[in-house]
């Protein structure tokens, strides 16, 4: 009987029980995707999202095929393969393409260099970009129609401009409220909210809350103080049920939680001896009834990371610097169907996405 009262005062205290806070546990799926058709390929891949039907849809960069990957596609052809795939490429559980649009020429904005994908709790696509002046966000159909642009291509201006990006790096949308939530991002040190349907400003904050500046930031070094502001990239932005919202602080190898108006809650630091490009690029929550875990993709280190949701305590790993299946070269991004499987793509020469199946129970 005390169990069980132990129990249910941890449930309506918000505390994960045990059972939950078993660390999930992964499967490579070497068998996912299936091979493009049309003899496609594809560059660095820089956005993976997933949808109401849980097909996934992986964002790639078509200019990054180096001459001999994109060799079909020269005149005359170097090779047999390949060409590059249209930018947005969805597929289905089984790994199958169920369609392909998008690329430079398929509108104005078009970023030059594609990066994140997101589609929303009403089927809308959207995408970024973090080229020098891919300043805007793009909303389109699942058919690849224009809706709504953000931004303005080519132009920025700083931290606290209400109107400009500054190469916005990742974004959500609230279903409840209709709002965006962007993480801005490789030129901006902000979170910055819209309204989704219209793209009206609504607010925007900096690490801990506080109003973001664009001062010269010291380089990282392991053992120093928490910085004040963010770090360029503001690589990620990810909202909770309960209304928390988790944002990737990935040069200060931290996340940073905020109630969804700014109000600062914590901070969670993860693998802090790390350098270079940082260790937090991005984040997915577990499908389970309280979302107990953060998964979370590093890829400077290549890991997937299980951190616990209330804690950030950090409980298993997979994943490790190299070519084969279940390794990673730059692990970019990473994100969750309803059934906790795992998709993550890969940038630089990584070029790949791939599928890792929960072989754990999911807890309803």
């Known amino acids: 009987m005390r169990l069980l009262l132990g129990a249910v005062l941890a449930l309506l205290l918000g505390v994960l029980p045990a059972v939950a806070q078993q660390a999930p546990r992964y499967q490579v799926d070497a068998a996912w995707p299936k091979p493009l058709p049309n003899r496609w390929g594809i560059g660095q891949a820089a956005g993976v999202a997933t949808d109401a039907q849980d097909h996934i849809w992986v964002l790639h960069r078509p200019r990054t095929m180096t001459e001999d990957e994109r060799g079909a596609a020269l005149t005359p052809p170097r ?184 109000t600062y809650v914590r901070e969670f630091f993860v693998a802090t001896e790390t350098l270079g490009a940082g260790s937090v690029w991005d984040i997915a929550l577990l499908p389970d009834r309280l979302q107990s875990y953060l998964l979370t993709a590093d890829g400077e280190n290549n890991h997937v990371r299980l951190l616990l949701r209330q804690s950030g305590e950090e409980r298993g790993q997979f994943g490790r610097s190299g070519r084969g299946a279940g390794d990673f070269h730059w692990v970019h991004n990473i994100a969750v169907d309803s059934r906790g499987n795992i998709y993550t793509t890969e940038v630089d020469t990584g070029k790949r996405a791939q599928r890792f199946r929960l072989v754990s129970p999911l807890q309803r």
């Open 79 to 262: 090779s047999e393969c390949c060409i590059p795939a249209p930018s947005v490429i969805e597929f289905d559980q089984a790994g199958n393409v169920v369609q392909a649009w998008g690329g430079p020429a398929h509108h104005p904005s078009w970023p030059a260099s594609e990066h994140g994908i997101y589609i929303d709790p009403f089927g809308f696509v959207w995408i970024g970009g973090n080229g020098a002046n891919d300043h805007v966000l793009l909303k389109f159909t699942r058919a690849g129609q224009f809706v709504l642009q953000i931004g303005v291509k080519g132009e920025t201006g700083g931290s606290n401009d209400t109107q400009r990006l500054g190469r916005p790096a990742g974004l959500e949308v609230d279903a409840a409220t209709h709002e965006l939530y962007v993480a801005d991002g490789y030129g901006n040190r902000r979170v910055i909210v819209f309204d989704a349907d219209t793209g009206a400003y609504k607010r925007h904050w900096g690490a801990y809350g506080n109003r973001p500046n664009d001062d010269a930031l010291p380089a990282y070094r392991p053992g120093q103080p928490p910085l004040q502001g963010f770090r360029n990239p503001v690589h990620c932005v990810r909202l909770a049920r309960d209304g928390l919202v988790y944002v990737c602080d990935r040069s200060n190898d931290r996340i940073q939680v905020f109630r969804r108006d700014g």
